[in-house]
Structure formats: structure tokens, C-alpha cells
């Protein structure tokens, strides 16, 4: 790769690009970049350097018109596969990820929690990584000869243009629900910014849509689209859930198909059609998917589950209202004695869902312990306060420190009890006051099941 935006990782021979971000200016690393063997340096400033430098109105537009002129058609064989929406994206690309992986295909998965290809494993900063980064993880998979990249596509890089070059094979919405208004304003800003998925379709390519979500019309711009769900192509018929797995009856094409699952909830019945019904109009047979569907798994952090005695401990992503409702409400129709949340939201972010997840949580467990999630630099108290504001639920206390929630939870468990823990999935760190610690809340529930023991 010819450009480089982070100073420490310049090769000699490479073009520097100076781009002055939310939160570190690249003007100030030029020296650094220089001292690493960079042979130009494009920057928005007036500046005298030792090395041939050029003023350019955007830095950020400069990088991304190189990079998709100089390498966007070393991908046209690339076969990409996207999915947007607000929740779901994760699990219907890694469902999709591992089904194609069982079915002999070479692919490779980006996303919220990381790169994966075979054994290969890198993390990622973002949902949909910066252009760069993008562009570099696309070359390194062309290099390795992957088929297939299957890719989660956030409202942020849609805005942002981090996938422009590239044209999508096949893509999905999953649904839209209220997040990230402190970036898009308000709901019109955020559905205008998913919709961008469209343009990047190749001529042939499918959407497969969510049809029971409010803004599904919105996706249907022109013929190449199809449905799934309740009102679907792919036509939900019916489904049991289980604490482990879930039976899935679907009708598409006047043929009805049975499938089991080792995926939980009413959410995960729609991520996996999301899965199937994409793959499926991209030519794959969907007996062929069915048998391999007992052999795939949710990634970490969605809906991990541990079982201590007759009761279970579910570790789950669900972050937003919507996410947060759906979880709830699918454990509510498994079979239990009490349902127990462990809950917070995170720090400098959208703080308008902070009172509506309060109550969801409240109004559908038995008992809720609201706690720290990522809270940055915000004052943790404040976080809970928004959260708890206006609640009328008396069912909750408040243990800021996530650990002795996680264990205090954990200790009120009892027999055929569900504990969910919500908020941070996969993620195995918690920000505090601008310092990342390690903390994982899998690794808190297997310490307290072997000290159990």
C-alpha cells in the first residue's frame, strides 16, 4: 500500500497523509513520518519540509479518491457481501461467514469483532473500518485468494463513504431502530445514511430485506429485492425456542422447510433467514444450507451461554433499546422461574436511550442491577441517573463497579433462573476515564463457575 495515515506504521518509500481527526491531529506526526522513511507528505497546512510535500483543501478526500482510483479494481473479483441495520449485522455475517466456510468457499469476514479468515484473526477499532484500513484488509484477502468477504456496514461508514470503490455482490437490512442520533441528528438522518447501501449494489445484485420493519419500503428502490420474516418471501412460519437452540419452520416457494438451530431467540430467527435468504439468491441451495445448520454457532457475545445447575447465564451484545427489548422479550418465552439484567449504557454517546432501556429492563425482569458500561469520561452517576430517570420500577439497585454486579447477579441465581448481562458482548474492556482496562464479561462468569465447583 502506497499511503499511510499513522505515522509509526510508515514504510520507507510511502506517502504520508496528515488528517486532522476528531481527536489527534496527523500534522503534528509529520517529523515522525519523515524520520520513518516517508517520501512524501500531503497535508491541509502551509509547511516547509525536507521531503516534497502537497497542500490539499481535505486530506480525508484526498486519501479516498487515490485509494479507490489506484485500487479499487484489484477487488471487482472479490465477491462482497454487506449487511446494515442496527442490529443484527453481526450474527447474520458471521452466520453467513461460517455457512459459506462449511460449504467450501474461501471467505472472509469483517466486522465489530474483528477480521477472520481460516485461522487468520485481526481485531478492528470500527464496525466498518476506515477507508485505509478497509482497502489494506481487501488487498491482503485478494492476496490470499478469498472468494467472498462478508461485511457489516455501519450508518457511520455509509456517511462517510469508507466503502466507496467497492460494489456489493449481495447486501441485507436487518431493521433500523433509534442509534446513533447524537451522530445523525435524528431518524431521517440515520435512515438517509442506510439507504446509501443501495448505491453500491451491483446491477444484478439482491437486497434481502426485513419485511416486518417499520422503514422496510425505504430499501425497495427498485425490482432486485427480496423479503424475509413474518410478511417475508422467506416466510416465517413458525418457531420454538430454546435456552440452547431454536426449530425454525419457514415456507419460501410454496415448499415448507424445517431447521434447527443452535442460535436463541425470536432476534436469531431472523438473523439466520437473513443468512439463508442471502445466500440462497446468490445461488446456493437451501437443503444444502439446512444441513450444515446445526454446525454454525452466534460469534462471541451474542447470546453466549453458560449453564450453572438448573439455571443459565446468557452474555449478550444488546445495546440499544430495540436490541435490549428483543433479547428481554425472547427469554421471556423460554421457559424460566425469574429473569435477572445486569445493564448500563455507555459514556459520551447517545444519552436518549438511557432512560427508554432503563425501563425495559425494569418492566421485563424480575430483578435489574444497572451498572457501568464503557462509561469514557463522562461521571458514571450521571449515566445511571439519566438511565433511572422517570423509572417507576422499584426492582433494581445500582453497583457501579461491573464485577461485583456480574457476581452479585450471579448470586441471586436460582434454580431455572436466566441471568442475562447486556451491553457488551464480545468486547473485553471497559473505558474509564480516557484509560482502557481489560475486562471481559465472559471471564467473570467462568472464574465464579470454577470457583463454584
Known amino acids: 500500500m ?23 491531529d496527523g ?18 497546512k502551509d509547511l516547509n519540509l525536507s521531503i516534497p510535500y502537497e497542500k490539499v483543501p481535505n486530506s480525508k478526500e484526498y486519501l479516498k479518491e487515490h485509494l479507490v482510483n489506484e485500487y479499487s479494481d484489484k477487488f471487482k473479483n472479490l465477491k462482497i457481501i454487506g449487511i446494515t441495520g442496527t442490529n443484527g449485522k453481526t450474527t447474520s455475517c458471521y452466520l453467513i461467514y461460517q455457512m459459506l466456510q462449511k460449504l467450501g468457499q474461501d471467505v472472509a469476514y469483517i466486522g465489530t469483532i474483528g477480521y477472520f479468515h481460516r485461522k487468520e484473526y485481526i481485531p478492528l477499532n470500527n464496525t466498518t473500518p476506515d477507508i485505509l484500513t478497509l482497502y489494506k484488509l481487501l488487498l491482503h484477502s485478494t492476496k490470499l485468494n478469498v472468494q467472498y468477504i462478508v461485511m457489516e456496514i455501519s450508518s457511520h461508514s455509509l456517511y462517510e463513504e469508507r466503502i466507496k470503490g467497492l460494489n456489493l455482490e449481495a447486501a441485507g437490512f436487518t431493521n433500523l431502530t433509534s442509534e446513533h442520533l447524537d451522530f445523525h441528528k435524528n431518524m431521517e438522518g440515520y435512515l438517509e445514511s442506510k439507504l446509501k447501501i443501495l448505491d453500491y449494489l451491483k446491477d444484478d445484485a439482491k437486497i ?13 428502490r427498485d425490482k432486485n429485492f427480496q423479503t424475509y420474516g413474518l410478511n417475508g418471501d422467506y416466510q416465517i412460519k413458525s418457531y ?20 434447527e438451530t443452535n442460535l436463541t431467540g425470536l432476534f436469531n430467527v431472523y438473523n439466520y433467514l437473513q443468512a439463508l435468504s442471502i445466500l440462497n439468491s446468490i445461488g446456493f441451495n437451501i437443503d444444502d444450507l439446512i444441513k450444515i445448520s446445526k454446525d454454525i454457532y452466534p460469534p462471541k457475545g451474542r ?3 453458560y449453564k450453572i445447575n438448573n439455571s443459565y447465564v446468557v452474555i449478550d451484545y444488546a445495546h440499544t433499546p430495540d436490541a435490549v427489548s428483543k433479547v428481554l422479550n425472547s427469554y421471556l418465552e423460554i421457559p424460566h422461574h425469574n429473569i435477572i439484567t445486569i445493564i448500563g449504557c455507555g459514556g459520551e454517546r447517545d444519552k436518549v436511550k438511557r432512560p427508554l432501556m432503563g425501563s425495559i429492563a425494569t418492566n421485563n425482569s424480575k430483578y435489574v442491577i444497572f451498572t457501568n458500561d464503557n462509561p469514557r469520561g463522562e461521571d458514571e452517576k450521571n449515566i445511571i441517573n439519566d438511565i433511572i430517570k422517570d423509572n417507576n420500577n422499584h426492582n433494581y439497585e445500582i453497583i457501579y463497579d461491573r464485577k461485583e454486579a456480574i457476581i452479585k447477579g450471579l448470586s441471586l441465581l436460582e434454580d431455572s433462573d436466566i441471568l442475562l448481562i447486556l451491553g457488551k458482548g464480545h468486547e473485553n474492556y471497559q473505558l474509564i476515564k480516557g484509560i482502557k482496562y481489560h475486562f471481559d464479561d465472559a471471564e467473570i462468569v467462568k472464574e465464579y463457575i470454577k ?3
Open 208 to 220: 434481502l430485506i426485513n419485511a416486518d420493519d417499520l422503514y422496510a419500503d425505504y430499501f425497495k
Open 451 to 453: 470457583n463454584k465447583d
Open 27 to 44: 500534522h503534528n506526526y509529520i517529523e515522525e513520518a519523515i524520520k520513518n522513511g516517508a517520501s512524501k507528505i500531503v497535508g491541509e
Open 303 to 305: 447470546c453466549e451461554t
Open 240 to 259: 420454538e425456542l430454546k435456552v440452547n437452540d431454536t426449530k425454525i419452520n419457514f415456507l419460501y416457494q410454496n415448499k415448507v422447510y424445517n431447521v
Open 2 to 24: 502506497l499511503y499511510e495515515t499513522d505515522s509509526k506504521q510508515i514504510k520507507p518509500g510511502q506517502i504520508f497523509i496528515a488528517i486532522n481527526g476528531h481527536t489527534v
